[in-house]
């Protein structure tokens, strides 16, 4: 065993994120504490980082303050620092303000700042320098998502013998929409550091490559890309989708605990034993389709084709990016809306809505999951939507209709969803009432299928073929199940 001294240069695999896999909590008496916020990127790489001398590179959470590495569960911990500014202009403003926007197909308008471009190429710089002090000869980095895409270009540049692999959570738009980023060729040539570009979807991969092949004029062959160094080589990179899943074990797992049965139930009868209980899970985002949902919801209600007596909503919104002012906006709609729809159609013994804007434990959401007769995907743009996933791995009673948006990366996989066009309020209305009457034969047909893709395919499968693509055939840890 290593000890938990923190080593230049002495990992082998490395994860970088703009979140480290921990929260930082203050014990009563002033001790710095740390709690694994457990997300299925680590369930996935946990035991690939034990085995091979892992560390993780990202940022604790708490702006303003230095933190030592340390070891955790394992896995040592590298924290990166943000000032207070830096968060603002770096984390809430390029990346959530202008990438997220931008990448979600402006469904709300992007801020183009170039003082927030610059804070993205320092802070980028930051996480770089410290993938390459910590990174053993020849190591592995791979590098999360939109807030961090010129960090395999800057790794590259300072340690060529790394193998650098970007995965990217987000979809990438097309080419007619990504175009409008004012730095759009540094973007492009940070992520063509990486020897692998992952994406959700084939089409998000289609849309980087043609962008590639727009701005750079370089050659493609199908999901390679031919990038010529300064030297007139060739370097090969990889850009392909590599669909990301969740640990089905896990959830299905918690689903069968006796108590969380019984909670389900409980959760039923609270809202009055409807007949039918609709649910949303979803972070409150306007990528995520809320209002449009809320929408068909309402008019179902008011052209009697569903009654609040047969019907309940449930919406669970968890904060989110709350100092972003299209959030705040957007929470002031959807909570009109919500109150609303429920002043017009609540009964006094029937809820219309149950709108809940709170983060819950694991548990409870998998409650949830069970007790909801029909899951409600409605996202306007999602790189993939974990949430649709996260409800076929719970339903091991082979019940429950998914109706998921075609929006969705989700939707390339999970094909016996009802699958829907959420812009089409009456496509959709459509779709909720044949969730609502679909006979239980249909039902347990639909959910066997999508249980069987969901169970195949997970986030273990998923990591573990990211890698292998990564190092070549080889196994690149033990305990890695074939991909
Ligand atoms: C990005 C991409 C892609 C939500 N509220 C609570 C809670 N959650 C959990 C869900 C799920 C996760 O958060 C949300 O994941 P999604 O995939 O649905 O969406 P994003 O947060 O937008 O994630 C997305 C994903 O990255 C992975 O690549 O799929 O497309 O946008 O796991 O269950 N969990 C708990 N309490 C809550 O209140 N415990």
């Not at 409650?367 to 993939?384: E, P, W």
């Amino acid at each position: 065993t290593r000890d938990d001294l923190y080593v230049d240069g002495a990992y082998d695999m490395i994860v970088v994120s703009n979140r480290l896999p921990v929260d930082y909590q203050e014990s009563p008496d002033g001790e710095t504490l740390w709690r694994s916020s457990p997300g299925g990127l680590v369930t996935a790489l946990e035991p690939v980082m034990r085995a091979a001398d892992g560390a993780w590179i990202g940022w604790t959470g708490v702006a303003d303050r230095e933190f030592d590495p340390f070891e955790h569960d394992g896995i040592s911990i590298i924290p990166v620092p943000l000032s207070a500014p830096e968060l603002e202009e770096y984390y809430e403003g390029f990346s959530n303000d202008t990438l997220w926007p931008l990448y979600h197909d402006v469904i709300a308008p992007p801020s183009f700042h170039r003082e927030w471009w610059d804070a993205y190429v320092r802070v980028n710089r930051r996480f770089a320098e410290a993938a390459a002090r910590a990174a053993s000869p020849g190591a592995v980095v791979w590098v999360q998502d939109y807030q961090l895409q010129l960090v395999p270009k800057m790794l590259r540049e300072s340690r060529p013998d790394l193998v650098i692999g970007f995965f990217n959570h987000i979809p990438f738009p097309a080419y007619g929409i990504y175009s409008q980023l004012p730095w759009r060729r540094q973007v492009l040539s940070g992520l063509l550091g990486a020897d692998v570009i992952g994406f959700q979807r084939a089409a998000d991969a289609g849309n980087f490559s043609r962008a590639v092949r727009r701005l750079f004029g370089y050659t493609t062959r199908g999901t390679l890309i031919e990038v010529p160094g300064d030297d007139g080589e060739i370097r090969r990179v990889v850009a392909r989708h590599f669909p990301i899943s969740i640990d089905a074990a896990g959830f299905e797992e918690i689903a069968r605990r006796p108590e969380v049965q019984a909670r389900a139930r409980e959760i039923r009868s609270s809202l009055g034993d409807p007949e039918v209980i609709m649910l949303g899970v979803d972070r409150l985002d306007y990528t995520k389709g809320i209002r449009h949902r809320l929408k068909a919801f309402g008019e179902l209600l008011r052209d009697d084709r569903l009654s609040v007596e047969r019907a309940t909503l449930v919406q669970v919104a968890s904060p989110s990016r709350e100092r972003v002012e299209t959030y705040r906006q957007l929470r002031d709609e959807i909570e009109l809306m919500v109150g609303r729809l429920n002043g017009d159609h609540s009964t006094l013994g029937h809820q219309a809505i149950a709108y809940l804007h709170h983060g819950y434990p694991r548990e409870e959401m998998v409650a949830l999951y069970l007790a909801a007769d029909v899951m409600l995907v409605t996202a306007l743009r999602d790189g993939m939507n974990l949430v649709a996933k996260e409800y076929v791995a719970c339903r091991f009673d082979q019940d429950g209709v998914l109706v998921l948006s075609e929006f969705a990366g989700a939707s390339d996989e999970l094909r016996q969803a009802v699958l829907v066009n959420p812009h089409d309020i009456e496509g959709l209305k459509d779709a909720m009432v044949e969730a609502v009457e679909m006979p239980q034969r249909e039902r347990t047909r639909r959910m066997r299928a999508l249980r069987r893709r969901v169970n195949d395919n997970d986030v273990a499968r998923w990591s573990a073929t990211f890698l292998k693509t990564l190092t070549g055939a080889g196994i690149i840890a033990p305990g890695v199940p074939d991909a």
